[in-house]
């Protein structure tokens, strides 16, 4: 596709239910990152896959933050059990090789409210 | 604690004047980006600094970065609402993982 496109754009939760945020990379890319941006703050670092393989999930707040990239391209955010402190913008970037300032990619975001 | 500190954190200002920002830390970076995020999208790299006291130009848009990449500027000359957003700045810590400060949020007023 042209560009990193996430769905959906919006997501309203109860807490407790689980979701599922979806990432659609540029085509190609080897990078994907998942970013969470709480109002009025920057972007933080969650996790990031080397094609189908997660090489760094420090930044997942917790257990029940998963994510996955099965065949290298689409990727799944999944938080269980939300909680209102998971209220956010889910930012998915996508870089088309592993170097250090290789540019990203950005998609719009899914923003994910927990009521 | 916040590895890059930004400020001011919101700015705002009449068409044609002219603003400057500032991204600061106590740590030496090999190198900095700046970022636009605008309302709804996902942020848009506009510049990469990689020297000491290096001076990039895009359009109206000059980023300096420190002597000692420390630190880094942005100046807006004769902005335009076009220019209104939230200006990010990040490191690169590793295989493209960013740590980014908190935002310029600049709003330039008709």
Redesign the interface.
């Known amino acids: 596709g042209a560009g990193v496109s996430q769905s959906p754009r919006y997501k309203v939760a109860k807490r407790g239910q689980d979701v599922a945020l979806r990432c659609d990379p540029i085509s190609g890319h080897v990078s994907l990152f998942w970013y969470q941006q709480a109002l009025g703050q920057g972007p933080e670092f969650l996790t990031y896959f080397q094609n189908e393989a997660q090489l760094d999930k420090s930044g997942l707040p917790s257990d029940r933050f998963f994510a996955e990239r099965p065949e290298g391209s689409v990727s799944t955010l999944k938080i269980q059990r939300t909680q209102q402190e998971d209220s956010a913008v889910y930012l998915c970037a996508s870089s088309f090789r592993v170097l250090t300032n290789e540019k990203l990619f950005f998609g719009s975001g899914t923003q994910l409210s927990v009521l | 604690t916040q590895l890059l500190e930004q400020s001011p954190q919101f700015l705002s200002i009449q068409e044609g004047e002219n603003l400057t920002v500032y991204c600061n830390s106590s740590s030496v970076f ?2 900095l ?1 700046w970022y636009r995020q605008e309302p ?6 506009l510049v ?1 600094v ?1 020297t000491g006291g290096e001076v990039k130009k895009l359009k109206r848009l000059t980023f300096q970065f420190g002597d000692a990449r420390k630190d880094s500027s942005l100046h807006i000359t004769a902005a335009q609402p076009g220019d209104t957003g939230l200006y ?1 700045c ?1 490191v ?1 810590y ?10 310029n949020q600049v709003v330039v007023i008709p």
């Open positions: 090999s190198s980006q709804g999208e996902g942020p848009v790299l990469t990689v990010l990040a690169d590793g295989n493209n993982r960013l740590a980014f400060g908190k935002g």
